[in-house]
């Protein structure tokens, strides 16, 4: 079933809206896929961004949408072809590190929720021309940070983002304090070392952190 870009940005904003952070995951082993989601969820972050950046990602996606609470998306969309894999695997929203037609298109037509990257005004423009309203700001951290986010919020305040890319603990709070940030994405809540250790509860720990970080 098709959505339109006024639809797609709609729901991206009620996931974003979940928690504050979302976890920008890249996992190697599906083993990890349903304890990693479970102790996310259980800390407070529910909605999930899988990265398509393994060859175990896909089969990682199958794992997490089916564990209860979690609201699990594909990430790295480049081509209608991942639109395509990404939701036969369960993906219930794509986010993608910039914007094509064709792209877009494909999401449309397929009723994919999808979460565009931006990184210039430019760029946030064309995307809000086509209807899309909710978008990432990507790479955060090498485009501006806060600061650049901020600047571009002004002229266009009608025009929300996730921004991803550098966001940690230390500066996730100033992009949260922006009128124009819903949520931001971050990979700290699941450190290489935990994820291969098996430290669950470790991941939970800093899952609840992130998700009690305060938008200003």
Not at 41 to 62: C, F, K, Q, S, W
Not at 161 to 181: E, K, R
């Amino acid at each position: 079933m098709s959505i339109t870009p006024q639809q797609a940005s709609a729901q991206a904003r009620e996931i974003c809206q979940l928690a504050p952070i979302v976890p920008v995951l890249v996992v190697h082993d599906v083993a990890h896929a349903r304890p990693l989601a479970e102790a996310l969820i259980a800390g407070g972050l529910p909605a999930l961004e899988v990265t398509l950046r393994t060859p175990a990602a896909l089969d990682v996606i199958a794992e997490m949408a089916q564990v209860d609470g979690g609201v699990v998306g594909a990430g790295t969309l480049v081509t209608p072809d991942d639109v395509t894999r990404a939701l036969a695997a369960g993906a219930k929203f794509g986010v993608s590190p910039g914007a094509t037609d064709t792209l877009l298109d494909a999401c449309e037509a397929q009723g994919l929720p999808l979460l565009p990257g931006a990184a210039t005004a430019s760029e946030a423009m064309r995307l809000l021309e086509r209807g899309y309203d909710m978008l990432k700001f990507f790479p955060a951290e090498a485009s501006g940070g806060a600061p650049a986010l901020k600047a571009i919020g002004a002229p266009l305040p009608q025009i929300t983002f996730c921004p991803t890319g550098g966001v940690s603990p230390q500066n996730a709070g100033s992009y949260l304090s922006l009128s124009n940030v819903v949520c931001a994405g971050g990979s700290w809540v699941a450190p290489t070392d935990l994820v291969e250790s098996g430290d669950w509860a470790g991941i939970t720990a800093l899952a609840r952190a992130a998700s009690q970080l305060a938008h200003g």
